[in-house]
Nanobody
Framework: QVQLVESGGGLVQTGGSLRLSCAASGRTFSSYAMGWFRQAPGKEREFVAAIDWSGGRTYYGDSVKGRFTISRDNAKNTVYVQMNSLKPEDTAVYYC????????????????WGQGTQVTVSS
């Protein structure tokens, strides 16, 4: 089992920045690829970014490419997403997830999910 807890969400103005963190506990964190997803009200969950177990490979959704950066610190059992140039359409609940397969945009591969953290971008 892996337990995931997100933090760092909040209210920010358009053009601002936030850094979300996801702290993992349980089994060996470094053996998992990690992903961030988000879900806005009335919309399906959307892929944001993913990172492989080592942190050497990353993958981004088209809507965040060039603005968001995913990273991880295996010594701290934590994965991050740095979000810059935020837009109102980035408003959503952000979830981190873990998979023991490979980093992917397919949420069905992820076995463990956090409870989410709210990000609200005001216009």
């Amino acid at each position: 089992q892996v337990q995931l807890v997100e933090s760092g969400g909040g209210l920010v103005q358009t053009g601002g920045s936030l850094r979300l963190s996801c702290a993992a506990s349980g089994r060996t964190f470094s053996s998992y690829a990690m992903g961030w997803f988000r879900q806005a009200p009335g919309k399906e969950r959307e892929f944001v970014a993913a990172i492989d177990w080592s942190g050497g490979r990353t993958y981004y959704g088209d809507s965040v490419k060039g603005r968001f950066t995913i990273s991880r610190d295996n010594a701290k059992n934590t994965v991050y997403v740095q979000m810059n140039s935020l837009k109102p359409e980035d408003t959503a609940v952000y979830y981190c997830a873990a998979t023991d397969t490979y980093y992917s945009d397919y949420e069905g591969l992820y076995d463990y999910w956090g409870q989410g953290t709210q990000v609200t971008v005001s216009s």
